[in-house]
């Protein structure tokens, strides 16, 4: 019984020697074999990082085009999509007639909301400007502004047809005018879309014969042509308007529209036989297709002076058509009398980022009685163009207008027709 019982327990302890050792060796094999695929991962992690590395080293930014870097130049300036800081350089036109102009301005913020702006230009035709705004802080609860402003402009040789919608190309001359003027205005947003303003204004205003001949009083007279006989005006202007604005977004949009009625008395202080008053009402309709990428651009526009115990309107101040806001085929001021009447379509599209394309179609007419503006004996003109466009509405644009006097007319203007 004793040699039975140390028997079996020498066999369990020579079965249990194999299995510890087995389970030895296991766990060593899975050691290196764990240590090595870690030391191959950590040696692939880095050959790729090592090649990400060398990747970066290689690839280079994205380099802009020269037109990416002068609109970024341009929005840097808010000449695109906001007002100016500091200086910056002004193109545009400083009076019809005048040809493209440059010349440099500066502008700075003040208080919340408030700016000081002056700039000063000359185009090509010698025509010249400077001008100081100053826009003081909005006030009832951001509704209400007051802005001060002075502005004077030589323009030597203004072209002058004559008087009537049946004015002769061939009478073509030129006069200098010189207004200086200053004043202050009130514009308040009443509610949603609707402003209303007013303000007062003061113009000393010299006339002359054109530098280039013929010139005005060459061919015309006081008779046919009033204001003629005096060469010094002093106006104060008493402005009233009203503007129920309804285009989305605000600046260059696509839909929406806008009417807008103002109400001018202009009193000659020397000569109140100068002195008149002048109603003028503007209609616009944008009509968007095809989520707003085309848009069809409507534009109504009348102004009458003949208004009960008007006086005469001198020839400078006429309402008056041709030019780039107006009839686009016919030069500026082609067409002068007390009354007119403009109506314009437009088709635009957007083919790129802050580029717009059009083609217009522009009629109206001139009369001497309010009663004459009809459908009769219209104008017309028509062409294609081509604007640079940003937040704030047209900031340039370049177009070829076509008319019975005028195979092709080239139009470079800052901001829109319309």
Not at 177 to 205: C, E, K, R, S, W
Not at 243 to 266: I, V
Request: no cysteine; proline share 5%.
């Amino acid at each position: 019984m004793y040699t039975s019982t140390v028997a079996v327990t020498s066999s369990d302890r020579v079965m249990d020697w194999p299995r510890s050792a087995l389970i030895t060796i296991l766990i060593v094999g899975a050691t290196l074999v764990t240590n090595d695929a870690a030391k191959a991962q950590d040696t692939r992690a880095a050959e790729i990082s090592q090649q990400q590395a060398e990747k970066q080293q290689q690839i280079r930014p994205p380099e802009e085009n020269g037109l990416e870097r002068l609109l970024d130049r341009l929005e840097d300036w808010g000449l695109i999509t906001g007002a100016p800081n500091g200086f910056y350089p002004w193109f545009g036109s400083v009076y019809p007639g005048g040809g493209f102009a440059a010349g440099v301005g500066g502008r700075k913020p003040f208080g919340d909301d408030g700016a000081l702006n002056a700039f000063g230009a000359y185009s090509i035709n010698t025509f010249s400007r400077g001008q100081v705004d100053l826009a003081l802080p909005t006030f009832v609860r951001n509704r209400a502004r007051v802005t001060l402003s002075g502005r004077y402009v030589d323009a030597p040789n203004v072209r002058h047809f004559g008087v009537g919608n049946d004015s002769q190309q061939d009478d073509e001359t030129r006069f200098g005018y010189t207004p200086i003027t200053g004043g202050a205005n009130l514009d308040i947003d009443v509610v949603g879309p609707l402003t209303i303003g007013g303000g007062v204004q003061y113009h000393d205003i010299t006339t002359s014969g054109g530098r280039t001949s013929p010139s005005i009083d060459d061919v015309f007279t006081p008779v046919n042509t009033p204001g003629l006989e005096l060469s010094s005006f002093s106006y104060v202007n008493s402005t009233a308007r009203a503007t129920f604005d309804w285009r989305r977004p605000p600046g260059y949009s696509g839909k929406g529209g806008l009417l807008r009625a103002q109400f001018d008395d202009f009193r000659e202080q020397d000569n109140d036989l100068y002195s008149f008053q002048q109603l003028e009402g503007e209609v616009i309709q944008l009509i968007p297709i095809l989520r707003a990428n085309w848009v069809i651009a409507l534009r109504g526009l009348a102004t009458v002076t003949d208004l009960e115990e008007s006086g005469n309107v001198p020839y400078f101040l006429l309402p008056a058509l041709g030019g780039g806001s107006t009839l686009r085929g016919y030069p500026d001021f082609r067409f002068r009398d007390r009354n007119r009447l403009l109506m314009t379509a437009e088709l635009r599209w957007t083919p790129a980022r802050f580029l717009d394309m059009a083609v217009f179609y522009d009629t109206g007419k001139v009369a001497a009685r309010r009663a004459d503006l009809d459908f009769q004996d219209l104008k017309e003109s028509w062409g294609i163009g081509m604007r640079l466009v940003g937040v704030q509405g047209y900031a340039f644009r370049i177009e070829a207008a076509h008319s019975r006097e005028n195979n092709v007319r080239l139009i470079f203007s800052a901001g829109g027709a319309f």
